[in-house]
């Protein structure tokens, strides 16, 4: 089975613009989790989706928004970016919720100049 | 709230000892618990996880962790380092009290094995 995927890989956005990742998880799984990941605050959750509605969300401000849609795959936006937005991001998928392990993508790593 | 602690920031052992990377959490509810490996420039790997059941659990590359539920630990262990085990390892704890929580992570633990 093909891994997690993430697109794209490298990005490099100015204070102010938007931006958004995408996501394709495994085949045949219907979960799909966001984090951010930067040398100071570690892994920090964003949000989880199952079957197109958001079941989990994180402490992060309005700003930072997703969806899934029915194939599972995930989007992720980022408005009116801050320098500190600049993480590496990345996308996890699962069979379910609760005890199901998670496979992460390679993650995007975004800069905000 | 849930929380998970990774007390160490990085441990370091010699190749052919035993290893053990520590991990303390605090949950409302039941804990499932797991471990992920983050190899330099690459994503997180699933290692192992604890649901329910045998308090010792058995994972990839030889790994190895123990659910105590008294002292609510779940350290990953490894019986004999090889140096390609040196990578940051994170602990992570969801709970289920009404409903999935969110997975949260420990802060890491970089475990460094000498030759």
């Known amino acids: 089975k093909a891994g997690v995927t993430q697109t794209p890989r490298y990005l490099i956005k100015t204070r102010g613009q938007q931006v958004t990742l995408s996501c394709s998880p495994i085949s045949g799984h219907r979960s799909v989790s966001w984090y951010q990941q930067t040398p100071g605050q570690g892994l920090q959750f964003l949000f989880e989706?199952?079957?197109?509605?958001?079941?989990n969300k994180g402490n992060f401000p309005g700003r930072f928004s997703g969806r899934q849609f029915s194939n599972s795959r995930s989007e992720m936006n980022v408005s009116t970016l801050e320098l500190g937005d600049s993480a590496l991001y990345l996308c996890?998928?699962?069979?379910?919720?609760?005890?199901?392990?998670?496979?992460f993508g390679p993650g995007t790593r975004l800069t905000v100049t | 709230a849930q929380s998970v602690a990774q007390p160490e920031d990085q441990v370091n052992v010699a190749e052919g000892n035993p290893l053990t990377v520590k991990c303390t959490y605090s949950v409302s509810g039941n804990p499932y618990l797991f471990w992920y490996v983050q190899y330099p420039n690459r994503g997180l790997q699933f290692l192992l996880k604890?649901?329910?059941?045998?308090?010792l659990v058995k994972g990839s590359y030889g790994f190895e962790a123990e659910f105590n539920k008294s002292q609510t630990s779940f350290h990953l262990k490894k019986p004999s380092a090889l140096v390609s085990d040196s990578a940051l390892y994170f602990c992570a704890v969801r709970a289920m009290n009404t409903g999935f929580q969110k997975l949260v992570f420990g802060t890491g633990t970089r475990l460094l094995v000498s030759p």
């Open positions: 604890y649901i329910t059941g045998d308090n």
């Open positions: 996890a998928s699962s069979s379910g919720l609760g005890g199901y392990e998670q496979y």
């Open positions: 989706y199952f079957s197109e509605t958001q079941r």
